[in-house]
């Protein structure tokens, strides 16, 4: 499945930044049939299709799918209970997609860098 281009520069655009002044550096691998962001050596985020894929932990994809244009990520055919998509509508604007990543950098923050 092929994944936006858009969508990927737009994430790159907001995290590069962020993690640079942390001094964290963003890489990009190829999975799920779209393209997944590491932070730290774990996976952050992602894009499949036009659709943003985040790594928020149990208690943060529970509380997310509380929430607009958000639904379990269920790519092998059962819902991942860490992991939820967010579809377009809900990252139109820089700062819904800013809200969304800052949810998954602090989830990878609790996690042990490799």
């Known amino acids: 499945m092929a994944y936006s281009e858009q969508l990927a520069?737009?994430?790159r655009d907001i995290l590069e930044p962020l993690?640079?002044?942390q001094g964290h550096a963003l890489r990009e691998i190829n999975m799920f049939g779209g393209l997944?962001?590491?932070v730290r050596g774990h996976m952050c985020c992602?894009?499949?299709?036009?659709?943003?894929m985040l790594r928020l932990g149990a208690d943060g994809a529970a509380e997310a799918l509380q929430q607009e244009h958000?639904?379990?990520?269920d790519f092998t055919g059962a819902p991942m209970k860490?992991?939820?998509?967010?579809?377009p509508p809900g990252l139109r604007t820089k700062a819904l997609l800013r809200r969304w990543?800052?949810?998954?950098?602090e989830f990878n923050g609790t996690l042990r860098a490799k």
């Open 9 to 11: 520069d737009r994430i």
């Open 19 to 21: 993690l640079d002044a």
């Open 36 to 38: 997944c962001f590491m």
């Open 46 to 52: 992602g894009v499949v299709g036009g659709t943003l």
């Open 70 to 73: 958000t639904r379990p990520m």
């Open 82 to 87: 860490t992991m939820v998509y967010v579809d």
């Open 101 to 105: 990543l800052d949810r998954g950098l």
